[in-house]
């Protein structure tokens, strides 16, 4: 049986010479995606929301392509993970990609978010939760109103306080991916964050890819607005930012951020730079068709192609660099990419009751 994808002679060298050894034994990824194509609508509308070069890497995940992932491109490591499903449109079938969520995490002995509609009531998702053994809820800005622009989306409108306060009396976990072009910086955002962390306090927050901040100019003064929280934690999921980690890690300390993969995404070949704030994924020519009209694209050839590594490595040796720079003990380590999480997950297991 042919292998998933080609892990290469450049890879192995990246992992052997910069990661393997950095990395503690055991792993717990707090971002993987886990579906299949039938799942998916694929509408139109939510595409106008979000980008769309994630879908070049995978068109669906399952559950045994996500395990397969962790062996090739972890070896060596005991990886678990918390996971959810990837449903943009309310055109897709929530109940069957919850479903296999959960079906997922107990045969493979993980943890699993619901994916949350905007339109159930508290009584619904609490239902939904406890029938499923969810520990928390992930949800996505294109499951907004669509009569909304892009850029006036509220967290609020994808996650509605109903919502929040229900998560936040069973003291669940919940994945945010933060809405509008902004990013962190927004300060929109961050009012709105600063009011889920004083309001609902028992709620589990994980703030996804580190707000988005994949370019220094995404971060201005993000970090000094949020210094005055205390229980929100930052996943550093499909981000490639040293200098943002960096900022991160002096802003919230190691305790307070988990890693995180998005895989299936993250398999892609490539290297991120940043111009004028743009984020800019540069991939082996052809690899991924044509990526000419994708401004968050761009192909490069011959041996700049050949040197180029996965996604995921980027991200982790990127967190690498900033632990030396900030002085990140390997205890610290270790908090980052499992300790926390474990106690994260086991908390949301003992306030559920799962």
Not at 291 to 318: K, W
Request: charge should be negative; hydrophobic fraction near 40%; aromatic fraction near 10%.
């Amino acid at each position: 049986m042919p292998e998933l994808f080609d892990v290469k002679p450049v890879d192995q060298r990246f992992y052997q010479e910069r990661l393997a050894d950095f990395l503690p034994d055991r792993i717990v990824d707090v971002h993987a995606h886990v579906w299949l194509t039938r799942f998916r609508a694929d509408s139109a509308e939510a595409y106008r929301r979000a980008v769309t070069w994630p879908s070049r890497v995978a068109r669906d995940n399952p559950i045994e392509d996500l395990a397969e992932t962790y062996r090739l491109m972890l070896p060596g490591k005991r990886v678990s993970a918390l996971i959810f499903s990837n449903l943009m449109s309310h055109e897709d079938d929530f109940e069957a990609g919850n479903a296999y969520v959960s079906r997922s995490a107990a045969d493979y002995g993980m943890a699993g978010l619901i994916w949350s509609s905007p339109r159930w009531s508290a009584e619904e998702l609490e239902a939904k939760i406890g029938a499923r053994g969810f520990l928390g809820a992930k949800s996505y800005l294109s499951l907004a109103d669509p009569a909304i622009g892009v850029d006036d989306i509220s967290i609020f409108d994808f996650y509605p306080r109903h919502q929040l306060e229900a998560l936040d009396r069973r003291g669940a976990i919940l994945m945010l991916h933060i809405p509008r072009n902004q990013r962190l910086r927004d300060s929109r955002n961050l009012a709105e964050l600063l009011e889920i962390e004083r309001r609902y306090p028992r709620l589990q927050v994980i703030v996804a890819h580190v707000g988005r901040a994949y370019c220094p100019e995404d971060i201005a003064d993000a970090f000094d607005v949020l210094a005055e929280t205390r229980h929100m934690t930052f996943d550093i999921s499909a981000n490639t930012s040293a200098q943002n980690f960096e900022k991160l890690i002096r802003a919230v300390g190691p305790k307070r951020i988990l890693f995180g993969t998005d895989l299936p995404i993250t398999r892609m070949r490539m290297r991120r730079i940043c111009e004028n704030g743009t984020y800019v994924n540069l991939v082996p020519k052809g690899l991924y068709g044509d990526v000419s009209g994708d401004r968050n694209m761009r192909e490069v050839e011959n041996e700049e192609a050949e040197r180029l590594t996965f996604f995921l490595y980027e991200e982790i040796d990127a967190f690498r660099r900033a632990a030396e720079t900030t002085g990140l003990s390997s205890h610290d380590i270790e908090d980052v990419f499992c300790g926390n999480a474990m106690r994260m997950i086991a908390q949301a297991k003992e306030r559920i009751g799962s």
